[in-house]
C-alpha cells in the first residue's frame, strides 16, 4: 500500500431529514476520503476531481461506518479451528469449573490456532479492537496466554487489542496472585478479577488484591461480575469506593453487572451517577437468559457501555457469530428500537462510541485527523444496517482493508 | 421419470455417549436413490457411474424447514429501506398507518411476496404458512396477490394462507370479507385477540368457528392477550374447537398467555388444548418473556416457529433464517448440549428429527418424500447451535432453484 491514497465513493451519512408528520429519513453522499499513515487527511465530496497521479481505491458505492470495537471474548476457550464440539450437561457452576479445567491441558497446546481463528471471525465481521480475558489458573498456568499473545501480535497490523489476566478459578486461591504478577510481566495488560462473593468468597479481600495487583503494574482493571441482586451491587458499591480512593479514575470496567438490572431503579440510578464520577465502564454481551444491565439507564447518566461476543463455541456455550453489528440488532431487538434515529444511535454499542451523525443529525464521522478504521457495508444508512444486519463487504483498519475486499 | 442418485450425504446414525451422557452424534456417508418424489433406496454402497448423480460432497442432510408464521402480503421485504414510526398507541398505531400503507404497497405486494418466497427458499424452507391481511382497507387485494405468488412455487413448496382480518373480525365488520376469502384461496380462518381487538370473546370466537365449518377449514388465531385473559381465551377456543368436532385443526399463534402459566396451571391448560390437539406457533420474542417451548413440548403440545416479520411497519428486524431462530429458542432455554441442541430441530420441521431420542436413525427413511436439505455442518445440534448455512433445498426429489434470478438482475 502506497503512502497516501483516496478511498473513492463511499457513501457517508449527512443528516436527518424529517417529513411532514415528524418521521426521520437519513441523508447520504458519496464522498472521497485522502488517507495518509493510516489517517483521515481530508474529505471531499464525489464531485471533486482526484489528480490522475494519486492512488485511489474505489469504495463502490456502499455505506462506511465506523470499525466495531470487541470488548469481552475469551480467545483462549473456543473450540474453533477443532471439530464441532456441544456443552456437557452440568447441574451447577462448580461442575462446569470442574470440567473446564479437565479440559484446559486438552486445549493448551493449540490456543494460538484458536485464538487466531476468531479473531479472523471477529475481524471479517468488522472488529478492529479486542479486548481479550486470559485465563490464569492453577491448571493452566500462562500457557494460554502465551498462545492468544502470539495470534494477537500475529494479527497487529490488522487491529489493536488487549489482554486482561482472568482468574478464572477464583484469585484468592493458593499460587493465583503469584501467576497473575507473571502473567501481567508476560503480556497482558488489564488486571482480570471474578465474581468477589460468589467465588472468591470474600468480596473485600478479592477486591482488595485486584487493586494492588492492578497499583503494582499502574494497569487498568475489568472484572467480571455475575453475582446478581444486592450483593452484586455492593461489590460495585465497594469496588467504586477502592477506586477513588486508590485515585483510578477512568481505568476501571465490571463485565456483564447482571445485578444492575435487578435491584430497584432508584439504586441503579444512584450507582450510575456514581460509574460515572469515576469513570468507570460496564461491558455487556446482551445477554438473552440473564437480566442485562440497563443500557438506556446507565448511557444517560454518562456510563461508557461496550459490548463483547464473550466467549463461544467453547465449553461454556456453543452459540455465537463473532459479529457486534449482530449484537446491536439484537439490543435494538430487546429494547424495541424500531425508528431510524433510535436505529442508528444504537450504532454506537458496537463502535465503542463514534456514530456517523449525532442526535441532532450533524456529521460527526469520520472526521479529518481520526485513524481509518471503518466498515463497510451494502445498506442505505445506519439503521438500516443495525436492523438488517447487511454483511461486511469490506473492513478497513488504519488505511489498509483487512476483511473482506473492494476489489 | 429416471431415477435420480444424491451421492455422498452424511446422515446421523446415532448418538455417542459417555458415562451415559449423549456427547455427540454419529454419522456415516450414503448415497440415496430418489424415484418419483421419494426417497427409494439408502445405500451404503456407491451407485454405478451410468446412473444420473449429484454429490451431496459429505454435506448433512436434513429434513426440510416450515415457516408456521408469516405476513407474506404486507413487508417491506425487496423494497427500500423503511424504519417503523415511533408508536403512540399501541397495537392500534400500527392499524391507523395500514389505512395509508396497504393501498400504497398493493402495487408491489405479489413481487414483494415473490421475493420473501425467494428467501424463504434459500433458507431451506418448503412449506410456508402465511396470514393475510383482509380488512376493509385492502378487501381482498392482498389475498389475490399473495395467492398468485404462492401459486407460482406450488412445485417447490406447499403452503396454507390464513385469512386473517387484522382490523378485527368485528371491530372493523370484516366478517363477511373473511367468508369470501375461503372462497378466494384462503385456507385456515384468522382471527385476532377476541377480548381486545373485537371487545366480544364469545362472538368473536362463535363467529371464526362457524365460519370454519362452513367451509370445512382450519382455523389459526392471533392471541396476544397475556395471563388469565389469554389463559380464558384459550379454554374457550378449546371449547369451540370441540363443539365444532375440529380436534387437530386449530392453532394458537403466538399464545403470549401461556408465557405467564407456570406449574399446575401451565399443565392444566396443557392438557385442555392436548385434548383436542391445538398447536402452538410462536417466534420466540427475546423482548418479552417466550412461551415456555420445552414444557409445553414434554406435555405433548406441537410448538412450531415463525419469523411473523422480515422488516415491516410492526418491526424493521427479521432474516427469514429458520436455522437462526432455532438457536435463539436454544440459547433462550439454555438448551447447550448434544441431545437439546439437536432436538430444537423439530420445532420447524413438523417434528421430525433424524434420531428419536433412543438415537435410533427414523429419518429418512425409503418411502419418504424427497423434502429436505443439505446444510453444511456435521451434525444437527452443530447445525443448530453455529447456525450451518443451507447449501441446497430438494422438493418431491427436486432440486429447488430460484424463480427470480433474471428479475433479481434486473432489479439490482
Known amino acids: 500500500m502506497p503512502k497516501s491514497h483516496w478511498l473513492t465513493n463511499i457513501k457517508l451519512e449527512t443528516g436527518y431529514l424529517k417529513d411532514e408528520k415528524g418521521v426521520y429519513t437519513t441523508k447520504t453522499e458519496l464522498f472521497h476520503l485522502k488517507i495518509e499513515d493510516g489517517k483521515v487527511i481530508e474529505k471531499q465530496s464525489s464531485g471533486y476531481e482526484i489528480s490522475k497521479n494519486e492512488n485511489t481505491v474505489d469504495g463502490r458505492g456502499f455505506l462506511a461506518l465506523p470499525s466495531f470495537k470487541e470488548m469481552h471474548n475469551h480467545l483462549d476457550k473456543t473450540y474453533l479451528s477443532l471439530d464441532w464440539k456441544a456443552c456437557r450437561p452440568v447441574k451447577n457452576l462448580e461442575e462446569r469449573l470442574r470440567y473446564e479445567a479437565m479440559e484446559l491441558e486438552e486445549l493448551a497446546p493449540t490456543a494460538r490456532q484458536r485464538a487466531s481463528k476468531m479473531i479472523e471471525l471477529l475481524l471479517s465481521k468488522g472488529s478492529t479492537h479486542i479486548r481479550t480475558h486470559v485465563n490464569i489458573d492453577p491448571y493452566i498456568g500462562l500457557k494460554n496466554l502465551e498462545g492468544v ?156 457501555i461496550y459490548l463483547g461476543c464473550d466467549g463461544f463455541y467453547d465449553s461454556w456455550g456453543p452459540f455465537g457469530t463473532g459479529d457486534l453489528l449482530e449484537k446491536v440488532t439484537r439490543y435494538g431487538e430487546l429494547y424495541r428500537k424500531s425508528d431510524e434515529i433510535s436505529l442508528a444511535q444504537s450504532l454506537k454499542w458496537a463502535t465503542g462510541g463514534p456514530v456517523p451523525l449525532n442526535k441532532d443529525g450533524e456529521m460527526s464521522w469520520p472526521l479529518e485527523g481520526e485513524e481509518a478504521n471503518l466498515v463497510l457495508v451494502d445498506a442505505s444508512c445506519s439503521a438500516e444496517a443495525v436492523a438488517r444486519t447487511p454483511k461486511r463487504e469490506a473492513v478497513i483498519f488504519r488505511g489498509k482493508v483487512v476483511a473482506g475486499q473492494l476489489t | 421419470m429416471t431415477a435420480l442418485w444424491i451421492t455422498n450425504v452424511r446422515l446421523e446414525k446415532g448418538f455417542i455417549y459417555e458415562n451415559e451422557q449423549i456427547t455427540g452424534t454419529s454419522t456415516e456417508i450414503c448415497h440415496l436413490k430418489i424415484e418419483a418424489g421419494k426417497i427409494a433406496e439408502i445405500s451404503l454402497l456407491a451407485p454405478d457411474s451410468n446412473e444420473n448423480q449429484l454429490d451431496a460432497k459429505q454435506k448433512l442432510l436434513l429434513p426440510s424447514l416450515r415457516d408456521m408464521h408469516i405476513h407474506i402480503d404486507k413487508t417491506y421485504y425487496g423494497g427500500p429501506w423503511k424504519a417503523c414510526t415511533p408508536i403512540t398507541n399501541g397495537i392500534f398505531t400500527r392499524l391507523e398507518e395500514e389505512k395509508e400503507l396497504l393501498p400504497k404497497l398493493l402495487p408491489t405486494a405479489q413481487e414483494r411476496a415473490e421475493k420473501m418466497i425467494e428467501l424463504y427458499l434459500e433458507n431451506g424452507h418448503t412449506h410456508i404458512r402465511t396470514h393475510c391481511n383482509v380488512d376493509p382497507v385492502i378487501g381482498l387485494k392482498n389475498l389475490e396477490a399473495t395467492v398468485n405468488a404462492l401459486k407460482k412455487y406450488e412445485d417447490v413448496l406447499t403452503y396454507d394462507i390464513v385469512a386473517f382480518p387484522q382490523h378485527g373480525l368485528l371491530r372493523s365488520g370484516s366478517v363477511q370479507l373473511i367468508r369470501d376469502a375461503m372462497k378466494n384461496g384462503a385456507t ?215 424463480k427470480r434470478t433474471e428479475l433479481n438482475i434486473i432489479n439490482s
Open chain 1, 149 to 304: 499473545r502470539e495470534a494477537l501480535e500475529d494479527y497487529s497490523d490488522k487491529l489493536t487489542f488487549e489482554i486482561v489476566a482472568f482468574p478464572q478459578h477464583g484469585l484468592l486461591r493458593e499460587h493465583v496472585i503469584p501467576l497473575m504478577k507473571e502473567a501481567m510481566r508476560s503480556g497482558a495488560s488489564i488486571v482480570g478479577g471474578l465474581d468477589p462473593a460468589g467465588i472468591d468468597r470474600n468480596i473485600e479481600k478479592s477486591l482488595y488484591e485486584v487493586m494492588n495487583l492492578s497499583t503494582e503494574f499502574d494497569a487498568d482493571i475489568d472484572i467480571h461480575l455475575h453475582d446478581g441482586g444486592h450483593v452484586g451491587l455492593y461489590t460495585i458499591d465497594k469496588f467504586a469506593e477502592m477506586i477513588e480512593e486508590a485515585k483510578w479514575h477512568n481505568r476501571a470496567a465490571v463485565s456483564h453487572a447482571f445485578c444492575l438490572g435487578e435491584v430497584p431503579v432508584p439504586q441503579a440510578e444512584e450507582m450510575a451517577e456514581r460509574l460515572n464520577e469515576l469513570g468507570m465502564s460496564v461491558m455487556s454481551t446482551i445477554p438473552i437468559t440473564k437480566s442485562l444491565p440497563p443500557i438506556e439507564l446507565l448511557d444517560r447518566k454518562g456510563v461508557n
Open chain 2, 188 to 402: 385456515l380462518v384468522g382471527g385476532v385477540d377476541p377480548a381486545t381487538v373485537d371487545r366480544n370473546i364469545e362472538k368473536s370466537l362463535h363467529t371464526i368457528f362457524e365460519i370454519a365449518a362452513e367451509h370445512n377449514k382450519g382455523v389459526d388465531i392471533h392471541l396476544h392477550d397475556p395471563n388469565s385473559l389469554g389463559a380464558f381465551t384459550f379454554e374457550r377456543m378449546a371449547d369451540y374447537t370441540k363443539e365444532a368436532g375440529m380436534a387437530g385443526r386449530a392453532t394458537i399463534s403466538h399464545g403470549i398467555a401461556l408465557a405467564d402459566l407456570s406449574g399446575e396451571a401451565l399443565a392444566e391448560m396443557a392438557a385442555i388444548l392436548k385434548e383436542q390437539e391445538i398447536d402452538v406457533t410462536t417466534t420466540i420474542p427475546i423482548n418479552r418473556t417466550t412461551i415456555p417451548v420445552p414444557a409445553l413440548d414434554r406435555y405433548g403440545i406441537p410448538v412450531s416457529v415463525g419469523h411473523d416479520s422480515i422488516t415491516d411497519h410492526w418491526s424493521p428486524f427479521g432474516t427469514g433464517n429458520t436455522i437462526q431462530k432455532l438457536g435463539t429458542l436454544a440459547e433462550s432455554f439454555r438448551m447447550i448440549d448434544e441431545y437439546s441442541l439437536s432436538s430444537v430441530l423439530k420445532f420447524a420441521t413438523g417434528g421430525i428429527t433424524p434420531l428419536n431420542k433412543a438415537g435410533e436413525r427414523v429419518w429418512p427413511k425409503v418411502g419418504d418424500d424427497a423434502t429436505m436439505m443439505l446444510v453444511d455442518a456435521t451434525c444437527s445440534a452443530e447445525a443448530i447451535a453455529r447456525r450451518a448455512p443451507v447449501e441446497s433445498l430438494f422438493f418431491k426429489g427436486n432440486k429447488v432453484e430460484s
